[in-house]
């Protein structure tokens, strides 16, 4: 079993930063590969951002690519996604997931509680 809680959400300007992090428990944590998810109202989950268990590859869908950047730390049993340049398109909730580096989340098998994200313009 893997248990995953995010925090660092909240409300920031449009063009701001926030970092997530999403701290993680459960022996095998590291053996996972884990993902950062975003779900807007009304619309269906989508992939944000993904990274190996080893940290040598990440994916990035287009709409993020280039302002957020996915990475983690083995040793704290935590990831981040640090976002810069945040637009108003951005504002969701935020799920971090474990098990897969998939943009799909039905490949995911743990997921957090998710952090809200809200941008103003």
């Known amino acids: 079993q893997v248990q995953l809680v995010e925090s660092g959400g909240g409300l920031v300007q449009a063009g701001g930063s926030l970092r997530l992090t999403c701290a993680t428990s459960g022996r095998t944590y590291t053996t996972y590969a884990m993902g950062w998810f975003r779900q807007a109202p009304g619309k269906e989950r989508e992939f944000v951002a993904a990274i190996s268990w080893t940290g040598g590859s990440t994916y990035y869908a287009n709409s993020v690519k280039g302002r957020f950047t996915i990475s983690r730390d083995n040793a704290k049993n935590t990831v981040y996604l640090q976002m810069n340049s945040l637009k108003p398109e951005d504002t969701a909730d935020y799920y971090c997931?474990?098990?897969?580096?998939?943009?799909?989340?039905?490949?995911?098998?743990?997921w957090g509680q998710g952090t809200q994200v809200t941008v103003s313009s």
């Open positions: 997931a474990a098990g897969s580096s998939s943009s799909s989340p039905y490949e995911y098998e743990y």
